[in-house]
C-alpha cells in the first residue's frame, strides 16, 4: 500500500515515542494505544528482566493493555514504566479499578550496562523520567531507528545493536508491523561480511539489498558471542489491527520469537532475555481461520526484517572504545 511506512506506525492508532542519552548510551522506547489493546507475550530468553509480564499470560484475568515499553538499563531500566504510567494517569488512561485507574504497562529491559557510556547516575537511576519523555514523545508517523530509543546501547556480536521496525499487509489486507531492540549475544550478519541471516526475506533494499552470500564456510555458522561481558537481550514486539483473542495474541508473539531465530544466530541463548510481546487494535475482523495462519507467518518475516534493520541504520555511540556499526564496517 502506498501509504506504508514501513514502520509500527503503519498500525492504526499506535504511537510511537522515544527517549535517547547517547552520553548514558542507553534510552527508552514507548508503545502507546489509543484504546487499550488485547494484548500477551513470550519469554524465550534464559534470562529475562520485565514488568507486569505474567498478566501477559493467556490465563490471566487482564486482557488489555495501553502501553509497552522497551527500555535499556538491565534492572535499572525497570523504573522506565513508571514514567509511562504517570503520563497515562496524567491524561486519565488506566483500567477502572473501583474509583480509580490503573495503566496497564508491560515492560521488557535489556542489558547495556557495559557498552562505555557514563552510567554514574548518582542515587536513582534516570529510566523513569525517560519514560516519562518517552511517553511525551510518541506520536503516529515517521520515527527514527537504529541508535535511537531502547537501541541507542544495543550492541551484537559482530556489529552496533539498534531499533529496528517492518510492517505489511496481509492479502486479505490486515496490517502487522514489528518493533525491535536488537541487543542480542549472537550475530545477525553471516560470518564477518555484510551480509544479514534474514536476507530472504528483505523487501526492496531496507536493509542493503544484499542478499545471501554466493556460498556459506562452516566458519559462517561457527559460534560467534560478544564475550564475558554479556551484554545481552533482544526485545521487540508485533502489533496487527486484525480482531484475535488474547491466546492468538500469545501465538503471535511465538511466532515473532521464530523470526528472531531466523535473524540472530544463535538467539534465545542462557545469557540472552529475549522477550516478545504482541499486541492487537482489533480494527478488523478475521473472516477465516487461514487469515490468522497468514498472519503468524507474517510475524515470523516482518520481526526477522526489523531485527535487520535495526543494525543497518544504527550509528556506534560516541565514546572511546565503542562497537563499530555495520555502517562503519561494511559501508
Not at 527517549?19 to 484504546?35: P, Q
Not at 487482564?62 to 509497552?68: G, N, P, R, S, T
Not at 525517560?130 to 511517553?135: I, K, Q, S, V
Not at 486479505?172 to 544479514?196: E, Q, Y
Request: overall charge negative.
Amino acid at each position: 500500500m502506498t501509504d506504508r511506512l514501513n514502520l509500527l506506525t503503519d498500525i492504526e492508532g499506535v504511537s510511537v515515542g522515544h527517549a535517547t542519552d547517547l552520553a548514558l548510551g542507553s534510552g527508552v522506547t514507548v508503545v502507546v494505544f489509543d484504546e487499550p489493546a488485547i494484548a500477551s507475550g513470550s519469554v524465550l530468553g534464559g534470562a529475562p528482566g520485565g514488568r507486569d509480564t505474567a498478566l501477559l499470560d493467556p490465563a490471566m484475568t487482564v486482557e488489555k493493555v495501553d502501553a509497552l515499553v522497551l527500555s535499556g538499563g538491565s534492572a535499572f531500566g525497570l523504573d522506565a514504566a513508571g514514567g509511562v504510567q504517570a503520563g497515562l494517569r496524567e491524561i486519565g488512561r488506566g483500567l477502572q479499578v473501583g474509583s480509580t485507574k490503573v495503566p496497564i504497562v508491560p515492560q521488557a529491559i535489556l542489558m547495556d550496562l557495559l557498552n562505555g557510556g557514563n552510567k554514574d547516575w548518582g542515587l536513582h537511576s534516570p529510566y523513569r523520567e525517560m519514560g516519562y519523555e518517552a511517553f511525551k514523545a510518541a506520536a503516529k508517523g515517521a520515527f527514527a531507528l537504529g541508535t535511537v530509543g531502547a537501541g541507542t546501547g544495543s550492541t551484537t556480536a559482530t556489529v552496533k545493536g539498534g531499533l529496528g521496525s517492518a510492517s505489511v499487509v496481509s492479502s486479505k489486507g490486515h496490517r502487522i508491523a514489528a518493533l525491535v531492540a536488537v541487543n542480542a549475544l549472537g550475530s545477525a550478519t553471516v560470518g564477518d561480511g555484510p551480509h544479514f541471516w534474514a536476507a530472504p526475506f528483505e523487501e526492496g533494499a531496507e536493509f542493503g539489498g544484499l542478499g545471501l552470500p554466493e556460498r556459506f564456510t562452516a566458519s559462517d555458522t561457527s559460534l560467534r558471542l560478544k564475550g564475558v561481558n554479556l551484554k545481552a537481550t533482544t526485545i521487540g514486539l508485533v502489533v496487527t489491527d486484525a480482531r484475535i483473542t488474547k491466546a492468538q495474541a500469545h501465538r503471535l508473539s511465538i511466532m515473532a520469537q521464530d523470526g528472531l531465530a531466523r535473524a540472530v544466530l544463535p538467539a534465545h541463548l542462557p545469557a540472552d532475555g529475549d522477550t516478545v510481546f504482541a499486541a492487537a487494535t482489533g480494527k478488523i475482523a478475521l473472516d477465516d481461520p487461514m487469515d490468522f495462519m497468514e498472519l503468524c507467518h507474517l510475524a515470523t518475516l516482518t520481526f526477522a526484517r526489523a531485527v535487520a534493520r535495526g543494525i543497518y541504520e544504527a550509528t556506534a555511540l560516541p565514546v572511546a572504545g565503542a562497537q563499530a556499526s555495520w555502517r562503519d564496517r561494511h559501508g
